[in-house]
């Protein structure tokens, strides 16, 4: 009855509320984004104060619930959202817990340890009900919705159990909550393939999370030089950690916005928690900007400076990598391997000789290894289109075709011209069945119908691809 009665009130869609008709990320969620904002604040900020091994396995063990609380609601989003005022309300009120969960960060060990796990318990009750109410919706689903509300649901109760005992008993409990979540949704992901997360809508979610953190780490930067008054070694730190968050964004952005992963996400189990260890270590690095900049005035570097930023760095190219060769063609894998794991053994390397190395002049040559990845990134990506497109199987070898190549289907054919093409990915990410880089060729005209990809073909922003009727073609002979 309340189900009935809030959904019959005017929303976005004046219709009362309907499935995700379209990919991108609504203006509640961009809201309800905002309390992690200050959840990953105040996190970051903990961090930074804590900075070493016991200060990073705090970070890890809080930051992960609060990721985790959101990726929750990102993932049903993602799977089963629908744009009216019941899941409004319960997203406002996860956003309340996820509120209170936030202001309990700084005493979440201490004092603070019953209200934290109260307040992660709350921000799956909304959830909970959510599921229950998709369950109710979706019959076709049953199974897929049953088997995760009695994963979240057996969480949120060892979380609340936890309040009962005195630490560090507490967290042993707050552990296998966690891990029954995270177990719940690995097991779920046969189940879950029948119902895969919109390719378009969970790599543009967890973008906006990952821009809150890089937003956190240009924050930092602009901090410490601010209170360092602009020293030349703190000038130099602070461009380096600018180029590092900048040549970051560039390849992750770079690597998402041109959708070479299409349909590879399935159920969005990997891509989801392969974002955990990136996000940590961006964090990481972080923090050792932040030290870096914060310590040059005085000339004096703690000696875990260089470890919290080149282990966040390591971290995230480990993680980073790993994303991409499980998104990527096997083809790739060779390329992929070479940049990332060359890089990645050097900062390794690197990382001993912080004790005997300026730790400035060692940041500057993180900040190299950082740019020189997303330069061979870009190339390669290029490449990778280049190579597709012509249909060569070259990628060095130049696109020579006077007319646009011919795609046949039995109800259209597709042309496509690569010489004006703007490789925007639109025709990736709004027909996926037809158009998808991983398939030789990589235009399939019967993979839907000719209404379909026409109105596909009319967003292209290139005109690169064009489309004729084969009725069209034979009245043509016929005259």
Same mark, same amino acid.
């Given at each position: 009855?309340?189900?009935?009665?809030?959904?019959?009130?005017?929303?976005?869609?004046?219709?009362?509320?309907?499935?995700?008709?379209?990919?991108?990320?609504?203006?509640?969620?961009?809201?309800?984004?905002?309390?992690?904002?200050?959840?990953?604040?105040?996190?970051?900020?903990?961090?930074?104060?804590?900075?070493?091994?016991?200060?990073?396995?705090?970070?890890?063990?809080?930051?992960?619930?609060?990721?985790?609380?959101?990726?929750?609601?990102?993932?049903?989003?993602?799977?089963?959202?629908?744009?009216?005022?019941?899941?409004?309300?319960?997203?406002?009120?996860?956003?309340?817990?996820?509120?209170?969960?936030?202001?309990?960060?700084?005493?979440?060990?201490?004092?603070?340890?019953?209200?934290?796990?109260?307040?992660?318990?709350?921000?799956?009750?909304?959830?909970?009900?959510?599921?229950?109410?998709?369950?109710?919706?979706?019959?076709?689903?049953?199974?897929?919705?049953?088997?995760?509300?009695?994963?979240?649901?057996?969480?949120?109760?060892?979380?609340?159990?936890?309040?009962?005992?005195?630490?560090?008993?507490?967290?042993?409990?707050?552990?296998?909550?966690?891990?029954?979540?995270?177990?719940?949704?690995?097991?779920?992901?046969?189940?879950?393939?029948?119902?895969?997360?919109?390719?378009?809508?969970?790599?543009?979610?967890?973008?906006?999370?990952?821009?809150?953190?890089?937003?956190?780490? %240009?924050? !930092?930067? /602009?901090?410490?030089? &601010?209170?360092? @008054?602009?020293?030349? *070694? =703190? +000038?130099?730190?602070? #461009? $380096?950690?600018?180029?590092?968050?900048?040549?970051?964004?560039?390849?992750?952005?770079?690597?998402?916005?041109?959708?070479?992963?299409?349909?590879?996400?399935?159920?969005?189990?990997?891509?989801?928690?392969?974002?955990?260890?990136?996000?940590?270590?961006?964090?990481?690095?972080?923090?050792?900007?932040?030290?870096?900049?914060?310590?040059?005035?005085?000339?004096?570097?703690?000696?875990?400076?260089?470890?919290?930023?080149?282990?966040?760095?390591?971290?995230?190219?480990?993680?980073?990598?790993?994303?991409?060769?499980?998104?990527?063609?096997?083809?790739?894998?060779?390329?992929?391997?070479?940049?990332?794991?060359?890089?990645?053994?050097? %900062?390794? !390397?690197? /990382?001993?000789?912080? &004790?005997?190395? @300026?730790?400035?002049? *060692? =940041? +500057?040559?993180?900040? #190299? $290894?950082?740019?020189?990845?997303?330069?061979?990134?870009?190339?390669?990506?290029?490449?990778?289109?280049?190579?597709?497109?012509?249909?060569?199987?070259?990628?060095?070898?130049?696109?020579?075709?006077?007319?646009?190549?011919?795609?046949?289907?039995?109800?259209?054919?597709?042309?496509?011209?690569?010489?004006?093409?703007?490789?925007?990915?639109?025709?990736?990410?709004?027909?996926?069945?037809?158009?998808?880089?991983?398939?030789?060729?990589?235009?399939?005209?019967?993979?839907?119908?000719?209404?379909?990809?026409?109105?596909?073909?009319?967003?292209?922003?290139?005109?690169?691809?064009?489309?004729?009727?084969?009725?069209?073609?034979?009245?043509?002979?016929?005259?």
């Amino acid at each position: 009855m309340a189900d009935t009665v809030t959904t019959t009130l005017p929303t976005a869609d004046f219709d009362g509320g309907s499935p995700r008709a379209q990919p991108h990320a609504t203006w509640l969620e961009l809201f309800y984004d905002l309390v992690y904002i200050v959840a990953v604040a105040v996190l970051a900020h903990q961090f930074s104060d804590n900075a070493g091994i016991k200060g990073f396995a705090v970070f890890v063990g809080l930051f992960t619930p609060v990721w985790w609380s959101w990726a929750g609601h990102t993932i049903f989003e993602s799977r089963f959202g629908r744009d009216d005022n019941f899941q409004r309300g319960m997203t406002l009120l996860q956003m309340l817990a996820s509120a209170a969960m936030a202001i309990q960060i700084p005493q979440a060990l201490g004092s603070g340890s019953a209200g934290f796990a109260v307040a992660y318990a709350a921000t799956r009750a909304p959830l909970i009900v959510l599921y229950f109410r998709a369950r109710a919706q979706n019959p076709e689903a049953h199974k897929l919705t049953t088997f995760l509300l009695a994963g979240y649901s057996a969480g949120a109760a060892l979380w609340l159990i936890s309040i009962a005992v005195d630490p560090p008993l507490r967290f042993v409990f707050w552990a296998l909550g966690t891990g029954i979540e995270f177990a719940t949704f690995t097991l779920a992901r046969k189940v879950a393939r029948q119902f895969p997360v919109h390719t378009v809508h969970l790599p543009e979610r967890v973008g906006l999370f990952t821009i809150i953190v890089l937003g956190e780490a %240009i924050l !930092a930067i /602009i901090i410490g030089i &601010g209170d360092v @008054h602009w020293n030349p *070694l =703190a +000038v130099v730190a602070a #461009i $380096v950690g600018f180029a590092m968050a900048t040549s970051i964004w560039w390849n992750y952005f770079g690597y998402v916005d041109r959708a070479v992963l299409e349909c590879t996400l399935g159920n969005g189990q990997a891509y989801m928690f392969l974002h955990l260890p990136m996000l940590i270590g961006l964090i990481t690095m972080r923090t050792g900007i932040e030290h870096i900049i914060g310590d040059s005035h005085r000339g004096v570097f703690p000696p875990e400076t260089i470890a919290i930023l080149g282990g966040g760095l390591a971290l995230w190219i480990a993680a980073f990598y790993s994303l991409q060769l499980i998104t990527y063609p096997p083809r790739e894998g060779r390329r992929l391997t070479a940049t990332y794991g060359l890089a990645l053994v050097g %900062i390794v !390397a690197l /990382i001993p000789l912080g &004790g005997s190395l @300026h730790p400035v002049g *060692l =940041a +500057v040559i993180f900040g #190299i $290894v950082s740019v020189s990845i997303t330069v061979l990134e870009t190339q390669r990506r290029a490449a990778i289109l280049t190579n597709v497109y012509s249909s060569t199987g070259q990628t060095n070898i130049p696109v020579r075709r006077s007319e646009p190549k011919q795609y046949p289907g039995p109800d259209i054919i597709v042309q496509f011209d690569p010489k004006i093409c703007i490789h925007s990915a639109k025709c990736l990410t709004l027909l996926p069945g037809v158009f998808n880089l991983r398939n030789r060729p990589w235009v399939n005209a019967q993979g839907a119908g000719a209404e379909a990809i026409m109105k596909t073909i009319a967003d292209c922003p290139s005109g690169a691809l064009t489309y004729t009727l084969p009725q069209e073609i034979t009245a043509e002979g016929r005259s």
